[in-house]
């Protein structure tokens, strides 16, 4: 289970911070991240952590976010600075874990972020 806090409405080139908590089987967890999607948009990939491995930031948001995990506690957060209207979605938490073919994911509740301009 994944519990997502943060978000909210900011001005453009604010802040926002938001934090997943997992629960469960976490001990198989190979990666957390966070998506978003955008209304008429289709979900998309914004920041990965993997438990061993390199970090991943979609292009759009390289420089001004960072992801960050805490694998004692089982949590990701992703700081989100200078802000766009552009970044106005609903994200939503991600973690991964093995499955026979591929991977399973599993996910938040999304929460809301704003940007106005």
């Known amino acids: 289970q994944l519990q997502a806090s943060g978000g909210g409405s900011v001005q453009a080139g604010g802040s926002l911070t938001l934090s997943c908590a997992a629960s469960?089987?976490?001990?198989?967890?190979?990666?957390m991240g966070w998506y978003r999607q955008a209304p008429g948009k289709q979900r998309e990939s914004v920041a990965k952590?993997?438990?061993?491995?390199?970090?991943a930031y979609a292009d759009s948001v390289k420089g001004r976010f960072t992801i960050s995990r805490d694998n004692a506690k089982n949590t990701v957060t992703l700081q989100m600075n200078s802000l766009k209207p552009e970044d106005t979605a609903v994200y939503y938490c991600?973690?991964?874990?093995?499955?026979?073919?591929?991977?399973?994911?599993?996910w938040g509740q999304g929460t809301q972020v704003t940007v106005s301009s």
């Open positions: 952590i993997p438990t061993r491995g390199i970090t």
């Open positions: 991600n973690a991964e874990t093995p499955a026979v073919y591929g991977t399973n994911k599993y």
């Open positions: 469960g089987r976490t001990s198989s967890i190979t990666a």
